[in-house]
């Protein structure tokens, strides 16, 4: 299971932290990414991380903004969001499987989605 929090809104130029918890899950030596999607447009990957080290992935629009991390004794994975713009707004969701299935956008396991909107 993977419970997301944090969502909410904010003004650009604005920070948002996500935060993804998983339980039942094997959390380490796999990947976990996050993942938005605006109605009516196709799903986006943002951010992965592979949480048997420290290797990371961004989608170009955030790179440089955004910050994927992980604590391995919570079992957490975050998402710290600065200079949110209005484009950022969209519904996000956590992911998690083995790496190949994370990268290529198709993981098995999503959390429920957490709405964030910039304005």
């Known amino acids: 299971q993977l419970v997301e929090s944090g969502g909410g809104s904010v003004q650009a130029g604005g920070s948002l932290r996500l935060s993804c918890a998983a339980s039942g899950y094997t959390y380490t030596s796999n990947c976990m990414g996050w993942f938005r999607q605006v109605p009516g447009k196709e799903r986006e990957g943002v951010a992965t991380?592979?949480?048997?080290?420290?290797?990371?992935w961004y989608a170009d629009s955030v790179k440089g903004r955004f910050t994927i991390s992980h604590d391995n004794a919570k079992n957490t994975v975050y998402l710290q969001m600065n200079s949110l713009k209005p484009e950022d707004t969209a519904i996000y969701y956590c992911?998690?499987?083995?790496?190949?299935?994370?990268?290529?956008?198709?993981?098995?396991?999503w959390g429920q989605g957490t709405q964030v909107t910039v304005s």
């Open positions: 992911a998690a499987d083995r790496c190949p299935a994370v990268v290529a956008g198709a993981p098995r396991y």
């Open positions: 991380i592979y949480t048997g080290g420290d290797k990371t």
